[in-house]
């Protein structure tokens, strides 16, 4: 008895003394690295009370101090490494004295996948599937609400969580690899624990950790080997403007000039144009740049190089972790443009095949063109964007359809846009969309007319540039306009307890088989026909409320004719002979239908024929 009492003191006493004497360091950042990056520096975030006055000591071949880099905050410190060739992957330690109190740190250097820096990217071949995990499929509801996180599921609740997850995404794979698709990309994953909306990910909490919500950090390397498995890529949805207010380190930044701070409040205004405005006042720039994008998502000042380092560093860490094949850049014209064309480029010289494509959400094309890489830009700015997205097209998509033929309306938008795309360095790598997460879904835009939302999917498909089809597009799902919460509806399918499934044939109605398999069509034919990939493109004058081009290559000549019209029309074909000449047969690809291109065509209202020329 007097043993065991002994104990128990020699035990209580031994936990008093690690009571007060914690670990001196609270949290490092990245949590692990690995050899052979072409960049040879590596910067550790430390954080503990009071940690910049300790010594901190590495032995280990290969790897040295090259600089500890201190803030006017003593309780962070920025460990920068060198890591030579002569590293070789394994553990070693990392020492940290202060006050004769010492503690050990074990940090690992991984090897890098093989062939990690010329992995290949997206490109002009692929159509790429956007979802927002909370709201696709949920395929684990033990994870549904997580102690120590604000928001669990109230599916009834339009703006809280519903419990979609990886492991639900991962089980719907395959079901994306049939309907055609040949690239992923998710909003972000990280965590994001807001008191409200954190469904939307992208007010990051900790950029280090996927959200236990929607899984772990492995997770996000299976969905990658699923993705790959299955003949589809996966590509990380990068945000370097803004993190969230609950992220851990915002009462305790770690340096005054860590966010972009205003005496009180200020919203950005939001005015991209200010970038490639002539006569933009600097109060307008710095507004846009400096301002918040709202209220829960704290402006991060990229400017700081210890920040640029950390962010860098991040996007790089898990493009190597979860092994990932490209990147879209959030609201990328809200930052310092040309800290963000550096900070792109940085991520890309480790990753010389990296595709980006950037969201500039800007009005007309020539300010579309300005943000791809490679264009000639007067005051010699390059983005390192190698795509964009048009949002100009998706404004043409949501208002031709419902228009009267005139000049400048109706199918006549097609052709004018497109007559601009003189602006562009690269057309092909153009990111088209009829819709997404931000935006009013494509079935309101067109009153859910099924004809109309044919059209939209038919000239989708055969656009210069690329695809991206969002979570729902398949089945013509639904939506409210003008409400964010009304762009994000559930899958149908995607719980166990919904009434019906989506993702099969038997749980579709007979409209949204239609559109599924129609746009089915589409994708495997442009997936299968490098033609509608990167064939050139000619257009001819819309006449009539109908509007004629062709994609061509060495191989194939693909003859698009849409008929905007609210009756048939007989499309004579000599104005188009340049294009015709040893053709005499057209094989429409969503019907099989054969068409003589000795007669006029006949075609049908509201409706786009794709014609295969033989």
């Known amino acids: ?177 049939d309907l055609g698709i040949t690239a992923l990309w998710t909003t972000p994953l990280f965590e994001d624990n807001d008191t409200q909306y954190s469904y939307h990910q992208y007010a990051c909490t900790d950029y280090y950790k996927i959200d236990p919500r929607l899984g772990k950090n492995e997770d996000y390397l299976r969905l990658s080997e699923t993705c790959h498995q299955n003949g589809l890529k996966l590509i990380i949805d990068v945000v370097p403007n803004h993190c969230g207010w609950k992220h851990w380190w915002i009462n305790d930044l770690p340096a005054k000039d860590w966010l972009n701070t205003w005496p009180t409040y200020t919203s950005s205004n939001y005015r991209m144009t200010a970038w490639t405005d002539p006569h933009a006042s600097e109060s307008d720039l710095y507004k846009l740049t400096h301002g918040w994008f709202a209220p829960n998502m704290p402006d991060l000042n990229l400017q700081n190089p210890l920040l640029f380092d950390y962010l860098r560093q991040v996007y790089t860490f898990w493009i190597e972790t979860a092994n990932i094949d490209g990147l879209r850049v959030d609201t990328y014209p809200y930052n310092d443009i040309k800290t963000a064309a550096k900070f792109i480029q940085e991520i890309r010289n480790e990753y010389p095949n990296m595709n980006v494509v950037g969201e500039c959400w800007v009005k007309t094309p020539a300010e579309i063109a300005y943000y791809q890489s490679g264009n000639n830009n007067k005051d ?70 099924l004809l109309k939302y044919k059209m939209g999917l038919a000239m989708l498909i055969t656009s210069r540039g690329y695809p ?29 307890t919904d009434k019906r499934n989506g993702f099969t044939t038997d749980g579709r109605t007979n409209a949204e088989n ?80 054969k068409y003589s291109l000795q007669n006029p065509v006949s075609v049908p209202a509201k409706t786009v024929l794709i014609l295969e020329l033989n």
């Not at 990056?37 to 910067?43: D, G, N, V």
């Not at 120590?148 to 979609?164: D, L, P, S």
């Not at 935006?439 to 007319?449: E, P």
């Not at 994000?488 to 166990?496: I, L, N, T």
């Open 1 to 177: 008895m007097k043993k065991l009492f002994l104990f128990i003191i020699i035990l209580l006493a031994a936990i008093q003394i690690q009571a007060k004497n914690p670990n001196i360091i609270q949290k490092i950042e990245p949590t692990y690295w690995w050899t052979e990056m072409k960049q040879p520096e590596l910067q550790l975030m430390l954080y503990g009370t009071g940690i910049s006055s300790a010594e901190i000591l590495i032995n280990y071949p290969g790897i040295s101090i090259s600089r500890k880099q201190l803030t006017d905050n003593p309780n962070y410190v920025f460990l920068y490494l060198n890591i030579t060739e002569k590293a070789h992957p394994g553990k070693f330690n990392i020492i940290i004295i202060k006050d004769k109190k010492k503690q050990t740190i074990v940090y690992e250097l991984k090897k890098r996948h093989e062939g990690s820096s010329a992995r290949k990217s997206f490109t002009e071949a692929d159509a790429i599937y956007l979802l927002m995990p909370d709201r696709f499929s949920n395929g684990n509801t033990v994870n549904d609400s997580v102690s120590g996180y604000h928001q669990g599921v109230h599916r009834e609740i339009a703006g809280a969580r519903h419990g979609g997850d990886i492991d639900g995404i991962i089980s719907k794979i395959p079901y994306l690899a």
């Open 514 to 593: 239609e559109v599924f398999n129609y746009l089915k069509i589409l994708l495997n034919y442009r997936k299968n026909n490098p033609v509608l990939q990167n064939g050139k493109m000619k257009q001819f004058i819309p006449e009539n409320g109908i509007y004629v081009n062709f994609r061509y290559n060495n191989e194939k000549t693909i003859m698009i004719i849409a008929n905007n019209n609210q009756e048939i029309k007989e499309l004579n074909l000599n104005r188009f002979k340049e294009m015709l000449v040893g053709k005499s047969e057209g094989v429409e690809i969503t019907s099989s239908k």
């Open 468 to 496: 991206q089809i969002y979570y729902g597009t398949e089945i013509m799902l639904d939506g409210i306009p003008g409400d964010y919460q009304g762009h994000r509806f559930d899958f149908p399918g995607g719980w166990a």
């Open 380 to 449: 010699g700015f390059d983005s390192r964007l190698t795509s964009v997205m048009d949002f100009c097209l998706k404004d043409v998509f949501s208002s031709a359809f419902n228009e009267n033929e005139s000049w400048d309306g109706g199918m006549a938008r097609f052709y004018s846009l497109y007559a601009q795309d003189f602006v562009y360095p690269n057309p092909n790598m153009i990111m088209n969309f009829l819709d997404n997460h931000d935006i009013d879904r494509y079935s309101t835009a067109v009153k859910r007319d």
